[in-house]
């Protein structure tokens, strides 16, 4: 699990030095400039926020198999399914991360936090969700 945490850490610190190698220049407008590095920055931190989901509703449902805990999240119920949990929790984070790549065309600079707040949420679930 530590390795997990570590890794999540190391790729939210990757996403955020996306594109910090490469020289600065000089553009005549804000529409010019090429965006491939927050649209990498955006593919990562997706791709990290669905693997922290991941993470968290399969031990949550090692815990639910093992019968030592239950789901306290109302829109799941208390012993949820597997398709269950991923029907709605990865309806509700593809919204998510819409709302980021909204916040992201519209050149918003805190087109970022609502994905990096689902992924710390789900990663310390995850955390939590193992030591049961």
């Given at each position: 699990m530590r390795k997990l945490i570590l890794s999540l850490a190391a790729l939210l610190a990757a996403a955020s030095l996306v594109g910090a190698q490469q020289p600065v220049e000089q553009w005549s407008s804000s529409k010019n400039r090429?965006?491939?590095?927050?649209?990498?920055?955006?593919?990562?931190?997706?791709?990290?926020?669905?693997?922290?989901?991941?993470?968290?509703?399969?031990?949550?449902?090692?815990?639910l198999h093992a019968q030592t805990c239950s789901e306290l999240n109302p829109l799941f119920g208390p012993r949820p399914s597997r398709p269950r949990m991923y029907g709605i929790g990865g309806a509700v984070s593809a919204m998510g991360i819409?709302?980021?790549?909204?916040?992201?065309?519209?050149?918003?600079?805190?087109?970022?936090?609502?994905?990096?707040?689902?992924?710390?949420?789900?990663?310390y679930l995850a955390y939590r969700n193992k030591q049961f």
């Amino acid at each position: 699990m530590r390795k997990l945490i570590l890794s999540l850490a190391a790729l939210l610190a990757a996403a955020s030095l996306v594109g910090a190698q490469q020289p600065v220049e000089q553009w005549s407008s804000s529409k010019n400039r090429p965006r491939s590095k927050e649209k990498i920055a955006f593919l990562l931190l997706s791709a990290v926020h669905l693997s922290s989901m991941t993470a968290d509703y399969e031990f949550t449902q090692a815990c639910l198999h093992a019968q030592t805990c239950s789901e306290l999240n109302p829109l799941f119920g208390p012993r949820p399914s597997r398709p269950r949990m991923y029907g709605i929790g990865g309806a509700v984070s593809a919204m998510g991360i819409y709302g980021s790549h909204r916040l992201r065309r519209h050149r918003k600079w805190y087109w970022w936090v609502p994905t990096v707040a689902a992924t710390v949420t789900h990663g310390y679930l995850a955390y939590r969700n193992k030591q049961f």
